[in-house]
């Protein structure tokens, strides 16, 4: 029997650590009937350009209640998509969030504009809309929001802003398949959402996105950058009458960022269980809010009401002021513990990159601030209730070792 004494000694000071097996931020969960898709898709006549993305994209449009769905190669190729759909170019500014994925800025800078940083909300740390007001210059051409951890961001405040100033609202939803606001589903609300399907997301094709809108408009432009800028329709050609059937046209410069149909098939198959993981994910969250409400140390992410969220990430803010240790130290401890947490995210501005294009720290102090005490914990379907608990007793343990 281990004594007390020795499971509260922390596992980074020579202690017993809470599990014994590391768990991680967050995992794939693929199953036998997700391979036997991907296996039959390889063993069919189309690997590539078949049906499966076909109905891939109409399950997408079925799921989400949006007009058109495009799938592609990956999450970042869905943003690159969609700011050329909106028009972006150089000159325009792209206003977006500094807490997420490099991805959310860089799409901008892929079209040559200058991508401005609004800051976020302290409480919920997703994009302030009144941030956004205060950054729109007659330069701006769209805003990319970002669900952060999957909560919707405030699709009516933001929905508002854009129609006042003419703006594309590019809603990035990587973080948010399955998230409702106010009822609808993600993906039918903003001009045009992007999706990733990446392995840590909520559902994965291993590598894929998708790009979806009503407006067909932008879908015949996103369309387009997805495959070379070619089209076969004749009725979107310039010149009639043309050379002959093989005969297609280039009619804008478009990239490959198009998914196989063996990812097609995966993702189909994985989107047969997105409420099922929905479910589960949300009852983790409500496990993980009723214990860390106990722990004055531990600040929770605040839901708004219109957000009916598919969480993706768990995210435990420390109030640094009642520890005495740095959220380094909190995070090696709980790294000793077998509970590896992740940092979502270091600010987009803050990498060399951004610092070369000129860029300086301090631009989104609530951003900064937030990102000095945040960490995710594990969170996904396959975590069974011990998994839960290990996490829950890995938290409490190393926050009782450096409560002041
Ligand atoms: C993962 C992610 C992306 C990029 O998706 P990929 O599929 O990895 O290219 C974009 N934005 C956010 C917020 C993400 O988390």
């Given at each position: 029997?281990?004594?007390?004494?020795?499971?509260?000694?922390?596992?980074?000071?020579?202690?017993?650590?809470?599990?014994?097996?590391?768990i991680f931020?967050?995992c794939?969960?693929?199953?036998?009937?997700?391979?036997?898709?991907?296996?039959?898709?390889?063993?069919?006549?189309?690997?590539?350009?078949?049906?499966?993305?076909?109905?891939?994209?109409?399950k997408?449009?079925?799921?989400?209640?949006?007009?058109?769905?495009?799938v592609?190669s990956n999450?970042?190729a869905?943003?690159?998509?969609?700011?050329?759909?909106?028009?972006?170019?150089?000159?325009?500014?792209?206003?977006?969030?500094?807490?997420?994925?490099?991805?959310s800025?860089?799409?901008?800078?892929?079209?040559?504009?200058?991508?401005?940083?609004?800051?976020i909300?302290?409480?919920?740390y997703n994009?302030?809309?009144k941030?956004?007001e205060?950054?729109?210059?007659?330069?701006?051409?769209?805003?990319v929001a970002?669900?952060?951890?999957?909560?919707?961001v405030k699709?009516?405040?933001?929905?508002e802003?854009?129609?006042?100033?003419?703006?594309?609202?590019?809603?990035?939803?990587?973080?948010?398949?399955g998230?409702?606001?106010d009822?609808?589903?993600?993906?039918?609300?903003?001009?045009?959402?992007?999706?990733s399907?990446?392995?840590?997301?909520?559902?994965?094709?291993?590598?894929?996105?998708?790009?979806?809108?009503?407006?067909?408009?932008?879908?015949?432009?996103?369309?387009?950058a997805?495959?070379?800028?070619?089209?076969?329709e004749?009725e979107?050609?310039?010149e009639a009458?043309?050379?002959g059937?093989?005969?297609y046209?280039?009619?804008s410069?478009?990239?490959?960022y198009r998914?196989?149909?063996?990812q097609?098939a995966?993702?189909l198959?994985q989107?047969?269980?997105?409420?099922?993981f929905?479910?589960?994910?949300h009852?983790?969250?409500?496990?993980y809010?009723?214990?860390f409400?106990?722990?004055?140390?531990?600040?929770?992410?605040?839901?708004?009401?219109?957000?009916d969220?598919?969480?993706?990430?768990?995210?435990?803010?420390l109030?640094?002021?009642?520890l005495?240790?740095?959220?380094?130290?909190?995070?090696?401890?709980?790294?000793?513990?077998?509970?590896?947490?992740?940092?979502?995210?270091?600010?987009?501005?803050?990498?060399?990159?951004?610092?070369?294009?000129?860029?300086e720290?301090g631009?989104?102090?609530?951003?900064?601030?937030?990102?000095?005490?945040i960490?995710?914990?594990?969170?996904?379907?396959?975590?069974?209730?011990?998994?839960?608990?290990?996490?829950?007793a890995?938290?409490k343990?190393?926050?009782?070792?450096?409560r002041?």
């Open positions: 029997m281990r004594k007390g004494a020795e499971l509260e000694k922390l596992a980074i000071n020579g202690g017993y650590p809470v599990r014994n097996e590391k931020y967050g794939q969960c693929i199953d036998e009937e997700d391979t036997k898709a991907v296996v039959e898709t390889l063993l069919s006549p189309y690997i590539t350009c078949g049906p499966k993305v076909e109905e891939t994209e109409r997408l449009e079925e799921y989400t209640g949006a007009k058109h769905a495009v592609v999450g970042t869905a943003l690159h998509c969609a700011c050329i759909a909106a028009g972006v170019g150089p000159g325009d500014e792209v206003i977006t969030t500094p807490l997420t994925f490099a991805a800025a860089n799409c901008a800078l892929y079209c040559g504009a200058k991508p401005v940083f609004a800051d909300d302290p409480e919920t994009i302030d809309p941030s956004i205060e950054h729109i210059t007659e330069k701006t051409k769209a805003v970002v669900d952060f951890t999957g909560q919707a699709i009516k405040e933001i929905r802003i854009c129609d006042k100033h003419n703006l594309i609202f590019i809603e990035d939803g990587a973080h948010s398949i998230t409702k606001y009822g609808k589903y993600v993906g039918s609300l903003a001009d045009i959402t992007c999706f399907f990446h392995p840590v997301k909520t559902i994965t094709a291993g590598e894929g996105g998708a790009v979806t809108t009503n407006r067909d408009d932008l879908y015949q432009k996103i369309v387009e997805h495959t070379h800028g070619i089209v076969h004749e979107l050609m310039e009458p043309h050379e059937p093989w005969y046209e280039q009619i410069l478009g990239y490959n998914m196989t149909d063996f097609a995966l993702l198959s989107m047969k269980k997105l409420e099922k929905k479910a589960r994910r009852e983790i969250v409500e496990k809010n009723k214990a409400a106990e722990v004055p140390e531990i600040i929770v992410q605040k839901e708004i009401p219109e957000s969220t598919c969480r993706h990430l768990y995210i435990i803010r109030d640094l002021d009642r005495t240790c740095t959220r380094r130290e909190f995070f090696d401890a709980m790294s000793a513990e077998n509970v590896q947490p992740q940092i979502h995210y270091v600010p987009v501005y803050w990498f060399p990159y951004y610092k070369h294009l000129g860029y720290r631009l989104c102090p609530n951003a900064e601030e937030v990102y000095k005490g960490m995710s914990i594990p969170l996904y379907p396959k975590m069974t209730d011990e998994d839960v608990d290990d996490v829950i890995a938290v343990k190393v926050v009782e070792a450096y002041k």
